[in-house]
């Protein structure tokens, strides 16, 4: 299978106190995204790292990207409540620009 | 409010039957994926259109699955017949040619009794 890999599958917090998710993936990339999702219902965009950078950052998130180990970790800082979802990341493959989605962290958030 | 529109949002159906699920990509949008999600196999890609062309459908059980785009606002995707198996949230996306956001639906639940 070509499915990336999340860990952890789980994560319970406080709110308030920082989220860390972390990717793993096989292919070649061109980019790499993350994607959140409320139960039941279907994934939003998150941010979008591309293969050349190497962190970038939008509002309470950080992503981080090392190629090298065809790895991604996503970092939710002072984490809300209304955090609380399923996180994905997609890594897009070069030429092909297939989205292929890893297997998800669920994130529960204790208020 | 420009967004990808599923139809049906549930469907109960009875193993043997044909099922067909329906998505409108937003307008403009020339990628259409369509992925299955189940809790054991998470999201699975099924199916990958560019400009209507299928580049990828690798990920499809052939001989019972078919996708196809008959026009620029509307994707399908068909199983016939359906099994039990088949029971999963199944959900279309569109996006831009270059790997930037994609932009999904709320799905299509899928029970096979």
């Known amino acids: 299978s070509q499915q990336g890999e999340e860990d952890p599958q789980a994560l319970s917090i406080q709110e308030g106190e920082n989220a860390t998710m972390n990717c793993s993936y096989k292919?070649?990339?061109?980019?790499l995204q993350w994607y959140r999702q409320n139960s039941g219902r279907g994934l939003v965009h998150l941010i979008l790292?591309?293969?050349?950078?190497r962190e970038k950052h939008s509002g309470r998130l950080r992503v981080t990207l090392d190629t090298s180990k065809k790895s991604s970790s996503l970092l939710i800082t002072a984490s809300r409540a209304a955090d609380t979802a399923s996180y994905f990341c997609?890594?897009?493959?070069?030429?092909?620009?297939?989205?292929?989605f890893g297997t998800g962290t669920r994130l529960k958030v204790l208020a | 409010d420009a967004r990808v529109t599923q139809t049906p949002r549930d469907k109960v159906t009875e193993m043997g039957q044909e099922v067909t699920m329906r998505c409108q990509p937003i307008?403009?949008?020339?990628?259409v994926f369509w992925y299955r999600q189940t809790m054991m196999q998470g999201l699975e890609l099924l199916a990958y259109?560019?400009?209507?062309?299928?580049?990828?459908d690798s990920g499809m059980p052939k001989d019972r699955f078919s996708a196809e785009m008959p026009d620029a606002t509307l994707a399908t995707l068909k199983i016939q017949p359906s099994e039990p198996r088949d029971s999963a949230v199944y959900f279309c996306?569109?996006?831009?040619?270059?790997?930037?956001?994609?932009?999904f639906g709320q799905g299509t639940r899928l029970t096979v009794v």
């Open positions: 996306a569109s996006g831009l040619v270059g790997g930037t956001e994609a932009f």
């Open positions: 292919t070649s990339i061109n980019n």
């Open positions: 790292i591309r293969s050349n950078e």
């Open positions: 997609a890594t897009v493959s070069s030429g092909t620009y297939k989205y292929i």
């Open positions: 307008l403009g949008h020339n990628t």
């Open positions: 259109f560019r400009n209507r062309a299928p580049l990828d």
